[in-house]
C-alpha cells in the first residue's frame, strides 16, 4: 500500500500474489526461506503494475498525439479542398455559356457525350469538343492560379486533382 497509494489496487495485487502461490504451491517444498520467496514474489507484482501503468500512459499519451495529429490533418485537408472547391467554382464560372453548360452536365450530371447531345440539342462531336475547350481553360485558369499562388500546398494538392478530373 505504501508505493501504490491506491487500496484497490493493492487489493488487487494482493489477490495475484496468492493466486500466483496457489498455482506455485507444488514447488512451494524446495523453497529455503518463504519469507524471502513471498517478498520477492510481491516485488515483482508491484514492477509488473508499475509497467503496465507505463505503458498504459505511454499508450495513451500516443494515441492522443494521433488524435491531434489527425484532427489537423483532416482539417488541413478540409481547407485545401475547400479552396480547390472555389478555384474550380470561379475556373467554371469564366467558361462561356455552352462550354459551362456542358461541363456541369458532365461532371455534375455524369452524363455521357451522347445524353449532353441529346439535351442540348447538339451533335456528339460539338458536346465533346465543347467538353475538351471546357477543360481546357479550367486547367489554364488553374494553373495561371498556381504561377501566383504561393501556397504549396495547395498547389499540389491541385496539381494531383486535376490529373484526376481532367
Same mark, same amino acid.
Given at each position: 500500500m505504501t508505493y501504490l497509494k491506491n487500496e484497490a489496487e493493492a487489493e488487487e495485487i494482493v489477490q495475484q500474489v496468492f493466486v500466483k502461490m496457489w498455482m506455485r504451491r507444488a514447488t512451494l517444498s524446495g523453497v529455503r526461506s518463504f519469507r524471502d520467496y513471498f517478498f520477492i514474489i510481491v516485488r515483482n507484482s508491484v514492477f509488473d503494475y508499475f509497467n503496465r501503468l507505463s505503458q498504459q500512459? =505511454? &499508450? @495513451? +499519451?500516443?494515441? =492522443?498525439?494521433? $488524435?491531434? $495529429?489527425?484532427t489537423a490533418e483532416s482539417t488541413?485537408? %478540409?481547407? %485545401? /479542398?475547400?479552396?480547390y472547391d472555389q478555384l474550380v467554382e470561379k475556373a467554371i464560372g469564366q467558361l462561356p455559356a455552352r462550354q459551362k453548360e456542358v461541363y456541369l452536365l458532365a461532371e &455534375?450530371? $455524369? &452524363?455521357?457525350? +451522347? @445524353? *449532353? @447531345?441529346? =439535351?442540348? /440539342? *447538339?451533335? =456528339? &462531336?460539338? $458536346?465533346k469538343k465543347h467538353m475538351e475547350l471546357a477543360r481546357k481553360s479550367v486547367r489554364d485558369y488553374i494553373g495561371r492560379y498556381l504561377k501566383d499562388d504561393s501556397s504549396p500546398l495547395l498547389a499540389g494538392f491541385i496539381i494531383a486533382l486535376l490529373t484526376l478530373i481532367c
Open positions: 500512459a =505511454r &499508450l @495513451a +499519451d500516443m494515441m =492522443r498525439m494521433q $488524435a491531434g $495529429a489527425i488541413d485537408v %478540409r481547407l %485545401r /479542398q475547400k479552396q &455534375l450530371e $455524369a &452524363l455521357d457525350y +451522347d @445524353a *449532353i @447531345a441529346g =439535351r442540348m /440539342q *447538339i451533335s =456528339r &462531336l460539338t $458536346a
